[in-house]
C-alpha cells in the first residue's frame, strides 16, 4: 500500500510518499547520500520500508568521498564509491589520485566512481578528464574494485579508453545514457548498465529501447539520488526508496514481472560489489 507520509514521516513533506513495497529485495547502486536532506538512518529506513535493503552512496570529490568511505563504515546496509567527478578534474594532481587510491582499499568502498568524461559540461579540460579516468581505471584495476562510470555525451570516448587502457572485470555505466546500439556494444564487452529514474520519463524512448535490448544479467537500477526522480514525482526529490517505481517500469520494459527484474538486479549487485 501507497502511504501518504513522505520520508521524513510527515503530511505534506517535499519528498513523495511511499510507493508499494517491491516483493524481492533490491538494492539502489548509485546514490549520494550526502545531498539528501534526511539523516542517513531516516533514509535506510524508508528504502527498507519498501524492498529496498542496501546502497551505494557514490564519491565526486575528496571530501565527499571520504564521507561516503566514513559512511559505509558506520551503517551496514551502505557500501561507498570513490572518485573525482570528470567535472572535478581541472589541474588533477597525483596526489589527489593517490588519496583517492588509498581510500579505495577500504573495505566498506566496493567502487571506484564516478568517474569519467562529461563533455556536456566544459567544468573541466578534456585533457585533465582524460588523465583521471585512465587513473582510475588503473585504481579499480589494482584494488579489485568496480568502475563506476559517469559518462555524458562521451560514448566514444569513455568506450575508446576503456579499451586502451584494458577495462577492470567489473565496470558500470552509471545512469546509462546511450541507445540500443550502445547497449549491444557495451553487452558484448560484459559491461553492465545501470538505469536511473529518467527511463520513466515521456521523452525517453531511446533509453527503454536501450534497456529492451539490454541483457537482463547485465542490468542493475538506480537513484542518483536526490537527481532524477522517476514519474509519477519528476521535479520532486529523489531517494533510494523511490527504486521500486523505476523497477516497475523496467519490468514492463524488459517483459518480465517485477519479481524476476528484482531477482536479477540483486544477483548482479552481489555480482559486482560482493556480498552484504
Not at 193 to 217: C, H, I, Q
Not at 218 to 227: C, I, M, N, Q, W
Request: aromatic letters at 6%.
Amino acid at each position: 500500500m501507497t502511504s501518504s507520509r513522505g520520508i521524513d514521516g510527515s503530511r505534506g513533506s517535499s519528498f513523495p510518499p511511499l510507493p508499494e513495497r517491491l516483493p524481492v529485495e533490491v538494492f539502489d547502486s548509485h546514490c549520494h547520500l550526502d545531498l539528501l536532506d534526511v539523516p542517513v538512518p531516516r533514509a535506510l529506513a524508508a528504502a527498507h520500508a519498501v524492498g529496498v535493503r542496501r546502497v551505494l552512496t557514490i564519491g565526486v570529490d575528496l571530501s565527499s568521498s571520504s564521507w561516503s568511505a566514513e559512511a559505509g563504515r558506520e551503517h551496514g546496509d551502505v557500501y561507498a564509491g570513490v572518485a573525482m567527478h570528470p567535472n572535478e578534474t581541472t589541474g588533477i594532481t597525483d596526489d589527489v589520485l593517490r588519496d583517492i587510491a588509498v581510500m579505495a582499499e577500504l573495505p566498506q568502498v566496493r567502487a571506484v566512481g564516478e568517474t569519467g568524461l562529461d563533455y556536456y559540461r566544459d567544468w573541466a579540460p578534456l585533457e585533465d578528464q582524460q588523465r583521471s579516468f585512465r587513473a582510475h581505471i588503473e585504481i579499480a584495476k589494482s584494488t579489485g574494485k568496480t568502475l563506476v562510470i559517469h559518462d555524458r555525451e562521451a560514448h566514444d570516448d569513455v568506450l575508446r579508453i576503456l579499451a586502451e587502457e584494458g577495462a577492470p572485470d567489473k565496470v558500470v555505466f552509471h545512469c546509462f545514457s546511450g541507445d540500443a546500439t550502445m547497449a549491444k556494444e557495451c553487452a558484448a564487452k560484459g559491461y553492465v548498465m545501470s538505469f536511473a529514474g529518467n527511463v520513466t520519463f515521456k521523452n525517453a524512448a531511446s533509453l527503454r529501447e536501450a534497456l529492451r535490448v539490454a541483457p537482463l544479467e547485465l542490468v542493475l537500477v538506480e537513484t542518483d539520488a536526490p537527481f532524477l526522480t522517476p514519474m509519477p514525482h519528476r521535479g520532486k526529490p529523489n531517494a533510494s526508496y523511490l527504486i521500486p517505481l523505476t523497477v516497475r517500469s523496467m519490468a514492463e520494459v524488459k517483459q518480465v514481472d517485477v519479481a524476476e527484474m528484482c531477482a536479477a538486479i540483486a544477483a548482479t549487485g552481489e555480482r559486482l560489489f560482493g556480498p552484504w
